[in-house]
């Protein structure tokens, strides 16, 4: 029995609320890591200290407002995210998954993930954020080669992570791991006996990502000076190609872009951003979409640190205003989530968002060549991605959507 099938009576209804049975994610954002990798572009920062107690109870805050704006909504996933939350305390993880029982309904199979990085003190604490009722990890690794570690400005080893992977396995039904590739020198041969090493170590997921120079990290002004060269498009390719072959054929096909699951064990949460479900973010820049009497919004936290947390203390929530989301805002969201799935974007899915078939919101002259060039298949069920569209993504919904 999970510790909190006891801790979730229906809420009182109220006028305008939700249907009970209507399913809503939670995504809690940790901000801090010891330091910052210098291809990360995430809303991560370093402090000297931190007041922990001061965090937990702002978090607490948070969400109390959003569990007044989703009245009647049922949990069905909680994903602490950063940052880096298994720095926090499992104290705090604890507070935050029971006060959240106590506003809403958890569904019976609620997925509760922390991602954590593996070092042996962070995998000292796994045991605990178990008991506070955390039932996913995602690690993330990045690489399984000393050097690489290094590049990444990785704060474990080799022998770390795969002792923390190993704790991993035997404290929780589910984990995953990221891993990082198309990195400088990197060569398909290279590639390909590292994933086999991963495959070894992998449970039902793993998460895989090409290195991208994104603006604003360590990486982008040493890359443009020329301290380090990325391998050419010709070698992405053929590595991402190799990725997607040597997973299906273990057993764990690319469910989207970047992560691949044995059937049925996809992440449920990160399923509800790629289907264009309902979640709510609190912490520090925690983006969230919700539908509140009929109207599709954005909602988005302050994004400096302290900044959230005044505002917290000040008026009970870290939030902006919510932004009404227009119906061509929603048909964008929608397909750059989507087809980024394997699945892709059912028809009924579509219809029941935005009220219209996919031919109503599409303009067919710019679907039907996407389609001739292999890039998109659509027939009576859904509009999807194939693997060479998925591979190229962003090209492809620039045509799509214009």
Same mark, same amino acid.
């Given at each position: 029995m999970?510790r909190?099938?006891?801790?979730?009576?229906e809420?009182? &209804?109220s006028?305008g609320?939700?249907d009970?049975?209507?399913?809503?994610a939670?995504y809690?954002?940790?901000?801090?890591?010891?330091?910052?990798c210098?291809?990360c572009?995430?809303n991560s920062?370093?402090?000297a200290?931190i007041?922990e107690?001061?965090?937990?109870?702002?978090?607490?805050?948070d969400?109390?407002?959003?569990?007044?704006?989703t009245?009647?909504?049922?949990?069905?996933?909680?994903f602490f995210?950063?940052?880096?939350? #298994?720095?926090m305390?499992a104290?705090?993880?604890?507070?935050v998954?029971d006060?959240?029982?106590?506003?809403?309904?958890?569904?019976p199979?609620?997925?509760?993930?922390?991602e954590g990085?593996p070092?042996?003190?962070?995998?000292?604490?796994?045991?605990?954020?178990?008991?506070a009722g955390v039932?996913?990890?995602?690690?993330?690794?990045?690489?399984?080669?000393?050097?690489?570690?290094?590049?990444?400005?990785?704060?474990?080893d080799?022998?770390e992570?795969?002792?923390?992977?190993?704790?991993?396995?035997?404290?929780?039904?589910?984990?995953?791991?990221?891993?990082i590739y198309a990195?400088p020198?990197q060569t398909v041969?290279?590639?390909?006996?590292?994933?086999g090493?991963a495959l070894?170590?992998?449970?039902e997921?793993?998460?895989?990502? +090409?290195?991208?120079?994104?603006?604003?990290?360590?990486f982008?002004?040493?890359h443009a000076?020329?301290d380090f060269?990325?391998?050419?498009?010709?070698t992405?390719?053929?590595?991402?190609e190799?990725?997607?072959v040597?997973l299906?054929?273990?057993g764990l096909?690319a469910?989207?872009?970047?992560?691949?699951?044995?059937?049925?064990?996809?992440?449920?949460h990160?399923?509800?951003y790629?289907?264009?479900g309902d979640?709510v973010g609190?912490?520090p820049?925690?983006h969230g979409?919700?539908t509140?009497?009929g109207?599709?919004?954005a909602?988005? +936290?302050h994004?400096?640190?302290?900044?959230?947390?005044e505002a917290?203390?000040?008026r009970g929530?870290?939030?902006?205003?919510?932004a009404?989301?227009?119906?061509q805002e +929603?048909?964008d969201e929608?397909?750059?989530?989507?087809?980024?799935?394997?699945?892709?974007? #059912? &028809?009924d899915r579509?219809?029941?968002?935005?009220?219209l078939?996919l031919?109503?919101?599409?303009e067919?002259e710019?679907?039907?060549?996407l389609?001739e060039?292999?890039?998109?298949?659509?027939d009576d069920k859904?509009?999807?991605a194939t693997a060479?569209?998925r +591979?190229?993504?962003?090209a492809?919904?620039?045509?799509l959507?214009?």
């Amino acid at each position: 029995m999970n510790r909190h099938d006891s801790l979730h009576p229906e809420p009182a &209804r109220s006028a305008g609320a939700k249907d009970a049975r209507s399913p809503i994610a939670l995504y809690v954002h940790w901000p801090f890591c010891k330091s910052k990798c210098p291809y990360c572009d995430f809303n991560s920062h370093v402090r000297a200290s931190i007041d922990e107690a001061r965090w937990r109870r702002a978090l607490l805050s948070d969400l109390e407002h959003y569990a007044g704006r989703t009245r009647g909504c049922r949990v069905t996933s909680i994903f602490f995210g950063g940052g880096t939350p #298994s720095l926090m305390s499992a104290e705090t993880v604890g507070a935050v998954i029971d006060r959240a029982a106590a506003l809403w309904p958890f569904e019976p199979n609620v997925e509760i993930t922390l991602e954590g990085n593996p070092t042996s003190v962070e995998a000292a604490r796994f045991r605990d954020f178990r008991a506070a009722g955390v039932n996913r990890v995602s690690l993330g690794v990045q690489a399984l080669e000393t050097a690489s570690l290094r590049f990444l400005g990785r704060g474990h080893d080799v022998a770390e992570a795969l002792a923390a992977l190993e704790v991993a396995r035997r404290t929780f039904d589910r984990f995953s791991f990221d891993l990082i590739y198309a990195r400088p020198g990197q060569t398909v041969a290279a590639w390909e006996s590292e994933l086999g090493r991963a495959l070894a170590l992998a449970g039902e997921h793993l998460s895989v990502y +090409q290195l991208t120079i994104e603006p604003g990290t360590a990486f982008a002004p040493a890359h443009a000076r020329g301290d380090f060269v990325l391998p050419d498009e010709d070698t992405q390719a053929a590595l991402y190609e190799a990725t997607q072959v040597r997973l299906e054929a273990a057993g764990l096909p690319a469910y989207e872009i970047s992560n691949h699951a044995r059937p049925g064990a996809e992440c449920r949460h990160n399923l509800v951003y790629w289907r264009y479900g309902d979640y709510v973010g609190i912490g520090p820049g925690a983006h969230g979409r919700l539908t509140l009497e009929g109207a599709r919004v954005a909602t988005r +936290q302050h994004r400096a640190p302290e900044t959230w947390l005044e505002a917290v203390e000040s008026r009970g929530h870290g939030g902006e205003d919510p932004a009404a989301l227009t119906p061509q805002e +929603q048909r964008d969201e929608l397909l750059m989530m989507g087809l980024r799935l394997a699945e892709g974007v #059912s &028809r009924d899915r579509f219809r029941e968002r935005l009220g219209l078939d996919l031919e109503a919101a599409l303009e067919p002259e710019r679907v039907a060549p996407l389609v001739e060039a292999g890039f998109l298949t659509l027939d009576d069920k859904r509009l999807a991605a194939t693997a060479a569209g998925r +591979q190229r993504l962003n090209a492809v919904l620039a045509q799509l959507l214009g």
